[in-house]
């Protein structure tokens, strides 16, 4: 996938600052988080661990996404989001 | 097991033991938490006191969707993927076994089993005051529990001295506090059945008197009245365990005894009083049921006594009365703590 193409949906900007912010979640805690629906929110989060910027790990039946500690590209979208919060907050 | 009567230092034992282990674990590069769980605060459950433990490590780990046996697997996997060793102390273990009975117990005690060959992720330290109620449990499964205990005795007033002596210095100017005083505070927590928590809390209160009456030191006259003033049957901790709703009825009971003189009231009384602090707060009142349910925990704590009538009236109702409690000092504690539990939320 192209850069435009795997920022340009707002959801998926919003499953990796809400990332950013707690580190882990489950698909239904996002689902609610975003106040979208569960099948949305799993394709939204399929599409980013295949562009190798999440990862998910398996509990039993929980399944947790989080930020692919391995990835370059996981790496300078949690600096920009880092970079874009500060400046917001200044 | 850590066994002994109220606050005669289990819970201070094991934490220290905690934090020693854990220091020296890092010291040698061992991985390893002491996570405590006070299992009353958790109202005895295996699920939450399991869950209070995965998220020591996951803290977005959900609330919802899985069983408490799924719970103990994921707490292993991550300990194992982890390479961590846990230490769960289980404070109040007495309300564990009560709520969940010997079969959880069981499931905690023998993990190992079940795991052979593979490091030993999970060890257990039971907290409890009363040795008698692991009666409840299957042989097999007292015998585990049974095979280390540290039984703590009551102390003794000159104990009580020395721990005092102690404390003091990070409260107190130096002579601030004179020696009768000491002597005073230690043989009333003495009577309290030896209870160190009782003396600590008994001269912060005197110190607070010596203040308010512009005093230099803590003259006996101040232990007295720190005395006729604090709640000896009910310690603080207990009281903040207590969940919204225990707190909102405990304060509708305490101040209908503040209010008229009577040595008992009666249920139905108490259940008008606490629609009213429900409607001053704004919550929904729980039902008749839940409210008895609440008064039998209140019994066990200690802080009221209930009485069913038998004959000679209609029908049979339920008498309360507290007697170890001052009302005042009840309604002013859970004032309190739930103004703070308010401004929380």
Redesign the interface.
Known sequence: MNVEDVFSSRLRMKILKILYA?????V??FARRLKVNYASTSKHLKILEEEGILQHKM????C?YRYNEQSAKAKAVQTLIEVWEKQNKN | MITGDVGTGKTALSQRFGTDITHEANTRGIKLRYVHVNCREYRGSLFLILQHVVTVF?????KR??SAE?LL??LI??LDEEKTHTILSLDEFDSFVEKEGGEAVYKLTRLQEMRQNKPQRLSLICVLRDPETLKQLDASTRSTLQSNIISLQKYSKQELVDIIKDRMPLAFKPFAVPDESVGLVAELAFSESGNARFGIELLWRAGKYADADNLDTVIPECVRKAASSIIPAVRKNELSILNLHEKLFLLAIARLFKQNQKATISLAEAEKAYAVVCEEVGAAPNSHTQLWKYLKDFSKLGITDTEVSGTGSRGRSTGISLPRTPANELEKELGMLLDKEFKET
Do not use: A, C, K, T
């Open positions: 707690v580190g882990e979640l489950n239904s805690d509990f039993g039946r929980i947790l | 996951h803290p977005n780990f959900p969707g899985y799924e697997n994921v996997q991550v």
